[in-house]
């Protein structure tokens, strides 16, 4: 049989590793596809440095739109990033009838919607394996492996240069801005983090699993993002004293009322596995009705990685492309007519209607009763508590007078009574500084 | 379009879990697929059970070849086990062109080849899923979702009757034959558990690991298999100490002269993700040349968690059985004429080709000089120290004399090589019990 023709748009780290471990792996992954598959056209605006990655043989333009027109190219591989040039790129693929791969979560999860309809009014698929956890099969395992289960919630480390960042904080005690410089003089964080710590990267992923999960459409603009940029190393250490990790998850959830989907800080038990998934590696935990809890781990970025997520698409698709496209895995698991339908019964839950428990670090005067007022203000919210830690005393106040660090963890409660409660807390004369207020997830 | 009508041969644990699970989730699975999936057919030995849990509108017989016979079938699930009558069955169910979905370990550890080629022949699907970690999709996982890589090695627990008594054992400090009673009494282990304790069941699975990431026949024959039944209270202590938690690993390898499948208690140093999964709990370390190291967790048996892997790949065939058999995901991931031509490159090594690192326990007489006796064998067998870790004399000997144990830690070694150093020191007279020997593995 005549081998997949691939046309690859971009050839930078992830593009060269796909390039590197196809040719590398080439007659492994014959023997397991049934057929070839070869990168045949390559577009990348620096023509030399891409000619000098794929050597001879391969034709390398620095137009994207010759390698969607020309007929001999099967699967179009999307590696330019970015909502801007690469949507354009993606639909006028679907649109000449290629079969994509992309990496591009920001794009999936801000059009979505757009791309998988016009792929499937043209019978192609669109495969973004890579752009979830990296190289871990981890939208196959939802979209395929759990497939008999209702899916509860999923929680992920799923951006490895917070979770690199998280673990150095812990490790050697440090605050963010010190641990950020490090990272990024190691290659770990970007010139501009914003996407990073700030958890847009996260919230991209956790939006594409929500969809897979719940079988609702993709939508990031009800996701709610808060990354890791005010976390201080007291709160890692005082989290660390009372049995938890600070993770930075992206959760989402089914309850009764709809579908919550939020990435931020969370403290987990250190009992658990993912508790212990440390530097720049990813995990994702998936709750099933019927399979209990199950957790992927692996490499969540990097050349190889990813591209072993972008190869495995393309052996899909190798595999599928002939095959009815009705008979197709689902671009977002569940078929494309009922996604409409769920969001009605299943609405993305503002953030004000979560229900978890809560980390609170209070600078407060070292007086009688405060502990007292403090614990009076959240028993008549009705939320209660589940542990205090409460600190030496040490001497910060003008003229002799002391301050404490008071940490309580609390049960259950809705995010808007905590905000309230907060909000009262906050006002009293004896709580000195901003109360820090951090989710706990039990994972259990 | 018609729903797929499902035939069950077996309706014990699993049987009812997989019937509960898809009827309990039928309109999401449906929802997914694309189409109903409906068990419409039940053999049971025992009708009246069979009966009170599948209810009305399920024809309920007692002679599994009418499920066979029946041309409205489309998929038979066996959930008999062994391999007698189920290897039957699952074979005259491919003659008569329906798929097959199976739990049986045992059965394809054994028979695969045979019902692989069966099932080649006559263009039908056997999937197994459920066979290897319940719920857990690691054969999706190693078959597509690592489909780019090179596999290098697998290491797993696959065996949750035997984690589950080293997991009491360390907590509790008690020996195998306490902690095996109480398992026997929560269920967790079988009246006979001589499968599970005595490595068979995790060979069985690991077995069929090795084939579908090597590329090479199932080989059941050449497995090495050890169980834990000789372990002892004080190795897990002293392997504590020394930053180790000892499991019983499934393991295959691909090395220069081909491929190890054992299964035998390993030492992982605690740090590592694995080393942490405690209890009934199963997890498989995959690394991939690509990839890097992936780890799967979760559940490894039970009513739902198999009922999982079931039903996934009854959705898998519901989508796949329309399609081109030379599309279909081959039965053990590369395609069947190539594995023969593998198994001359790749053969299944003896174990004492196997190279790995060991952890030794020498019940010694506590006199000057043994230390230096025991190292000087080592080093003239070519077997280099990692560490040693000497206990304090403990007076247990006779007229006053003392003996002590005495920990090795080695280097990699060849299996054999370790074997004669370990008849050498045996033979010392201040070695006075038989040596316990456990390999280590660093999984990193």
Redesign the interface.
């Known amino acids: 049989m005549k081998p997949i023709q691939v046309g690859l748009l971009g050839i930078g780290t992830v593009g060269s590793?796909t390039f590197n471990?196809?040719r590398?792996?080439q007659q492994?992954?014959e023997?397991?596809?049934?057929r070839g598959i070869e990168i045949t056209m390559v577009a990348d605006l620096d023509v030399a440095r891409a000619k000098a990655i794929v050597g001879e043989g391969v034709q390398v333009v620095n137009d994207a739109r010759a390698v969607i027109a020309n007929p001999e190219i099967d699967i179009v591989i999307e590696l330019i990033g970015g909502y801007g040039i690469a949507k354009a790129l993606v639909l006028e693929a679907i649109a000449a009838g290629k079969h994509v791969v992309t990496a591009n979560k920001a794009l999936l999860a801000v059009h979505g919607s757009e791309i998988f309809a016009a792929a499937s009014a043209r019978g192609v698929m669109v495969a973004f394996?890579a752009s979830v956890a990296?190289?871990?099969?981890i939208i196959?395992?939802l979209?395929?492996?759990?497939?008999?289960?209702?899916i509860q919630w999923i929680a992920g480390i799923i951006n490895g240069t917070t979770n690199f960042i998280l673990s150095e904080m812990r490790d050697k005690g440090l605050d963010f801005d010190v641990v950020l410089k490090e990272a990024q003089r190691l290659g770990y964080a970007e010139a501009d983090p914003t996407f990073d710590i700030e958890g847009v990267d996260a919230a991209h992923k956790a939006t594409i699993m929500s969809a897979i999960a719940f079988?609702i459409p993709v939508q990031f603009d009800k996701a709610y993002v808060e990354g890791i940029t005010k976390l201080g190393a007291a709160d890692i250490r005082y989290a660390e004293q009372l049995g938890y990790r600070i993770k930075l998850l992206g959760i989402t959830k089914r309850t009764d009322k709809g579908v919550e989907l939020r990435v931020h800080p969370s403290l987990v038990p250190t009992k658990r596995?993912i508790a212990?998934?440390e530097g720049a590696m990813n995990a994702v935990v998936v709750q099933?009705?019927?399979?209990?809890?199950?957790?992927?781990?692996?490499?969540g970025a990097?050349a190889?990685?990813t591209?072993?997520?972008?190869?495995?698409d393309l052996?899909?698709i190798a595999?599928?492309h002939?095959?009815?496209p009705?008979?197709?895995?689902?671009h977002l698991?569940?078929?494309p007519h009922?996604l409409n339908q769920a969001m009605d019964s299943l609405p993305v839950l503002p953030m004000s209607e979560v229900v978890t428990s809560y980390y609170l670090r209070l600078r407060v005067a070292d007086e009688a009763g405060v502990l007292a007022k403090v614990t009076g203000l959240l028993a008549a919210a009705g939320i209660s508590i589940d542990a205090v830690l409460q600190r030496e005393a040490d001497e910060v106040g003008g003229e002799g007078s002391t301050q404490t660090d008071l940490i309580i963890l609390t049960h259950d409660t809705r995010e808007g009574t905590m905000n309230e409660a907060i909000a009262q807390m906050q006002a009293l004369p004896t709580v000195l500084a901003p109360i820090t207020r951090i989710r706990k997830e039990e994972l259990n």
Chains 1, 2 share one sequence.
């Open positions: 590793g471990v196809l590398r792996n492994e992954i023997r397991r596809a049934g394996e990296g190289g871990i099969p196959k395992a979209r395929e492996g759990l497939t008999a289960n209702r079988g596995l212990n998934v099933g009705d019927a399979v209990g809890t199950t957790l992927y781990y692996g490499k990097g190889e990685p591209a072993s997520a972008v190869i495995a052996v899909d595999r599928l002939t095959a009815d009705e008979h197709r895995v689902p698991a569940f078929q009922t």
